[in-house]
T-cell receptor
């Protein structure tokens, strides 16, 4: 089982609709969870972090975490063409070694 | 505030050679991590340095090594280059050991 799994997409969403991106992780000891956005040819940029179960909202973005189900999601409301990018889920685990594991990313395409 | 800078931006090497990539962390950040990103994949964690000590490592062979200097800048060294080492190498800095990372623009390595 891969440590962090995401559907690679592409996920196509009409402009103005809600885009829903999902991520599962395998290590129950993982402590913190992150969503990064990566435009083509650019480096990843942090857009959301979440540390406890529930929802966290920031503008048009909502991150959701369910540790019992080992599931993280990102909702993008009122999707804009500028949201078209690859979204990377990242999981931070602090054991004897600290490690940050990224999923492969989901390509999101907002249809004008 | 100066962001994360990496050099060189592009380089071409032949199989068996050695390469050194450099990274200057964002002002005030004391932790640097390195990632390898192949085309269409998520970033793969190589290792992390906190206050000049390696404190986390991914599944990369020993020919991938690194350093962090007193000013928190860092180097990634790869010996005995293989064709599969061709990738974008990303450096990220953070304040402490956390998944809230700030990435540089990357060094694109091509191994022929």
């Amino acid at each position: 089982q891969k440590e962090v799994e995401q559907n690679s997409g592409p996920l196509s969403v009409p402009e103005g609709a809600i885009a829903s991106l999902n991520c599962t992780y395998s290590d129950r000891g993982s402590q913190s969870f992150f969503w990064y956005r990566q435009y083509s040819g650019k480096s990843p940029e942090l857009i959301m972090s979440i540390y406890s179960n529930g929802d966290k909202e920031d503008g048009r973005f909502t991150a959701q975490l369910n540790k019992a189900s080992q599931y993280v999601s990102l909702l993008i409301r009122d999707s804009q063409p500028s949201d078209s990018a690859t979204y990377l889920c990242a999981v931070f685990t602090r054991n004897r070694d600290d490690k940050i594991i990224f999923g492969k990313g989901t390509r999101l395409h907002i249809l004008p | 505030e100066t962001g994360v800078t990496q050099s060189p931006t592009h380089l071409i090497k032949t199989r068996g050679q050695q390469v050194t990539l450099r990274c200057s962390s964002q002002s005030g950040h004391n932790t640097v991590s390195w990632y390898q990103q192949a085309l269409g994949q998520g970033p793969q964690f190589i290792f992390q340095y906190y206050r000049e000590e390696e404190n986390g490592r991914g599944n990369f062979p020993p020919r991938f090594s690194g350093l962090q200097f007193p000013n928190y800048s860092s180097e990634l060294n790869v010996n005995a280059l293989e064709l599969d080492d061709s990738a974008l190498y990303l450096c990220a800095s953070s304040l402490g050991v956390t998944g809230e990372l700030f990435f540089g623009e990357g060094s694109r390595l091509t191994v022929l």
